[in-house]
């Protein structure tokens, strides 16, 4: 039975619900006069709470929070709720709308707040090609340890590639070999790329000037699931264990968001209605930390929040933790526990 279609449980329409889910949170907070100042790099702190209340963080993102005083956390619909002491979701989705449950056809210009507009979106223009890929194919199969079928695959599709990226210093041109990670849009057309430098010394990463995060890199696949990344290496890294243990990694769908965001999943899920399964797979950060030193795993608490977000939409969601930071240094620990069982298979011979 398709999940989507099962009875809606709340008198509101698609569209409505659509539009709760797409609101931000940090939006809504403004609208409604909270005060907010930057906590770390991935949330923003709400000021000015009483005594025995603080520690409510909002993440950046706009689609969830943590409230340390209370322990609760979840998204849009959870903090309407939580802050502002409703008692149903319907109380909380009408305060996010604006509007009654039965005002279908309610204009969305009564809305009671207002998302800030961002200029338009400038074209694409992807990097060049370097003369050959050989940089990069080194990089993803020994240092990353991806399987080359898989590699070559998303090489074949356009998907990954070798860019010459130029950086000019000083007047002097400086040029750098990239690893490309491509997303494109329905017609085929390329909307999104992010660049890393092929070296394991080097943290460079950066997308180009105008791309689309919700057009991130994808992995097609054939079945009714998919599974949800952090970046582009863990996706085709998950595919490579998968095919390590016999499964076709080629079955089901896996998208990267290039951060902790549901943006690009949620596009693909509209260009994929046959998908009623998603698996999020982001970093396991067991050492990471609010600004207040406070411990916080980023991307289990996205995991946990997107999941409750996307259950409420109708869809069958879990978790997959990796047992390290992420599917590629699992897959690399993994490739090293096949190579020491095979030495002694070696010294018998």
Known sequence: MDLRTQPRKMPFTEEQMKQVFDTSIIDFALSNRLQLEKGDH??????????????????????????????????????????????????????????????????????????????????????PKDKNFSRTIAYLTGTRGIDKEIVYAMIDEGKVYGARTQIKKDGQTYSFHNCAFVGYDEAGKPRYCALRAPSANSSFRQDVENSDKTYGFCMEGKSNRVYAFEAAIDAMSHACLCKLHGIDWREDHRVAEGCLSDKALYRYLQRHPEINEIVFCYDNDMDGKLKDGTPHNHGQVQAELSAETFADLGYKTMIQTPVGKDFNQDLIAYRGLLVQEAIPEEMER
Not at 78 to 89: G, I, V
Not at 105 to 111: F, T
């Open 42 to 127: 991935a949330t923003m702190h709400v000021k000015g709470l009483p005594d025995g209340c603080g520690g409510l963080y909002l993440f950046n993102h706009g689609r969830g929070y943590y409230w340390f005083a209370k322990e609760t956390k979840g998204n849009i619909l959870d903090f309407a709720m939580d802050y502002f002491e409703l008692s149903t979701k319907t109380q909380a989705i009408e305060m996010i709308l604006g509007c009654r449950a039965h005002d279908y056809s309610e204009d969305y210009a009564r809305l009671n707040f207002t998302p800030s507009e961002k200029p338009p979106r400038g074209e694409l223009v992807l990097p």
